[in-house]
């Protein structure tokens, strides 16, 4: 989850949206790669997405966080890891997100480097519940299978 705030882009899944507010976080606050990333660490047994991208490290400011998945895709790798299937909801009031979906499966399969079919978007609300509910924020869930190379 990450809070709506004033004076950011709203970026998720790679992609910007047009949108009065942005995401609060340490590098581009991307909540869906985020967690994608958190569900490929967890799968390979290889902590979180802060264990390995530290918010107190200068590197990390602003970041792109497609930079972070190459990343860590590449570790998965050197573990002799590759990804089977990565499936994603991202839990949003506003804005509306069904025109960006296929372009953040896109996004996520190219820094991935798997095939489209492999990924899958989605994207729900909260029907006006919580913090999410109250526009407050985003929220993503993101399940992940990886296989030994």
């Not at 949206?17 to 995401?23: R, S």
């Not at 590098?27 to 530290?54: E, N, Q, R, T, Y």
């Not at 499936?87 to 896109?106: H, N, Q, R, S, V």
Request: proline residues 4%; charged residues 25%; hydrophobic residues 45%.
């Amino acid at each position: 989850m990450h809070p709506f705030v004033e004076g950011r882009k709203l970026i998720l899944g790679g992609v910007e949206i047009e949108w009065h507010k942005g995401l609060d976080g340490h590098s581009d606050a991307d909540v869906l790669i985020h967690a994608v990333c958190d569900a490929l660490l967890g799968a390979a047994g290889l902590g979180d997405i802060g264990k390995h991208f530290p918010p107190d490290d200068p590197t990390y400011k602003g970041i792109d966080s497609r930079k972070l998945l190459t990343h860590v895709c590449v570790m998965l790798e050197n573990g002799g890891w590759k990804v089977a299937n990565v499936d994603c909801i991202i839990i949003a009031e506003k804005p509306k997100l069904a025109p960006f979906i296929a372009t953040m499966t896109e996004n996520l399969a190219q820094d991935m480097g798997v095939q489209i079919d492999a990924i899958n978007v989605k994207a729900t609300t909260t029907e006006k519940l919580g913090f999410v509910g109250r526009e407050e924020g985003v929220a993503a869930q993101v399940v992940a299978l990886i296989a030994s190379e």
